[in-house]
């Protein structure tokens, strides 16, 4: 029974002790989480697990901040990381080139 400090998801009563991550198994009352196919998860553990990756720097583009980021063709990267991969300009509202798997600004992609 639950006398005291419960927590309610899906219409369900849970324990607050009870009621964890289903990634990490941490306690979720009383901070964000998120639900993927009616399981909670820590925002962390979703992001490990759901979020796309970033290109460049290869963490977790979690949209559940408000993070903006650049996708191109199945691709994306964090605005911070979407930069030329020869002389690293931010290319965030520039023109770009595509040369295989990278991402050269106008300038470096005329040299090659």
């Not at 009563?13 to 009352?29: A, D, M, N, V």
């Not at 009383?30 to 399981?39: K, L, M």
């Not at 992001?47 to 996708?71: D, F």
């Amino acid at each position: 029974a639950i006398t005291t400090g419960g927590v309610t998801y899906q219409d369900k009563p849970w324990h607050r002790e009870c009621f964890l991550c289903i990634g990490c198994r941490k306690q979720l009352s009383g901070q964000r989480f998120t639900s993927r196919e009616n399981y909670p998860y820590c925002l962390e553990c979703f992001s490990n697990l759901y979020a796309k990756k970033c290109v460049a720097c290869t963490k977790s583009i979690s949209s559940l901040a408000g993070a903006k980021y650049i996708s191109f063709e199945e691709r994306q990267w964090h605005s911070e990381c979407f930069s030329c991969m020869q002389c690293s300009v931010s290319l965030v509202g520039r023109g770009f080139l595509t040369q295989r798997d990278d991402i050269l600004c106008t300038d470096c992609g005329r040299e090659k």
